[in-house]
């Protein structure tokens, strides 16, 4: 099976542009989670999609948001960005309690 | 409040030299405790699930235990091939996955 890909792999935005991400899990697998990963916090949760529907939710501001796609294809989209919203985007798809990471998604705001 | 703590934040070792990594914990209701080894510019790699105190899982060198309030994952003989961050993460009952912030891990030839 194909692991889960994320595309693009490196994105350069300006300080008040907006941007998607996007994350195409495993096939099979209707979990798929978002993270924010930087030096300083680690990895932290930003939210979870299961079969299109928001299930949960981390501490992130209104500028973060996502959806999922019947096809468990997922986004993430980040408004009116700021310096400190650089950082390694990761999506993971989870099956039977155990998540599985693609290779990130890196984001740098000038 | 929910939260990971990963010690120590970096372990040099001479290869062949077994050590312990320490990931604490206070979660409300512990679903299940992660174990994952991140190389520089890649996404986290899976290794182990541990769900109750007393499990201990292995793979390779590596062997994951679980208590009510910690998880050591144990490194035997260790080869260069195993440096990488390795990370600790916890899901409590509201579901929401919360990662320590990992410990660096370098094996000298």
């Known amino acids: 099976k194909a692991g889960v890909t994320q595309t693009p792999r490196y994105l350069i935005k300006t300080r008040g542009q907006q941007v998607t991400l996007s994350c195409s899990p495993i096939?099979?697998?209707?979990?798929v989670s978002w993270y924010q990963q930087t030096p300083g916090q680690g990895l932290q949760f930003l939210f979870e999609y299961f079969s299109e529907t928001q299930r949960n939710k981390g501490n992130f501001p209104g500028r973060f948001s996502g959806r999922q796609f019947s096809n468990s294809r997922s986004e993430m989209n980040v408004s009116t960005l700021e310096l400190g919203d650089s950082a390694l985007y990761l999506c993971?798809?989870?099956?039977?309690?155990?998540?599985?990471f693609g290779p990130g998604t890196r984001l740098t705001v000038l | 409040e929910d939260q990971v703590t990963q010690s120590p934040e970096a372990l040099r070792l001479q290869e062949g030299e077994s050590s312990s990594l320490n990931c604490s914990y206070t979660v409300s209701g512990l679903r299940g405790l992660f174990w994952y080894r991140q190389d520089p510019g890649k996404g986290p790699e899976f290794l182990f699930t541990l769900y109750s105190a007393g499990e201990e899982k292995e793979k390779e060198r590596l062997k994951a235990t679980l208590t009510k309030k910690e998880s050591f994952l144990h490194i035997t003989a260790p080869k260069p091939e195993d440096s990488a961050t390795y990370l600790c993460?916890?899901?409590?009952?509201?579901?929401?996955?919360?990662f320590g912030k990992g410990t660096r891990l370098h094996i000298l030839p």
């Open positions: 096939s099979g697998h209707r979990s």
């Open positions: 993460a916890v899901q409590p009952r509201d579901d929401k996955i919360i």
């Open positions: 993971a798809s989870m099956s039977v309690g155990t998540q599985y």
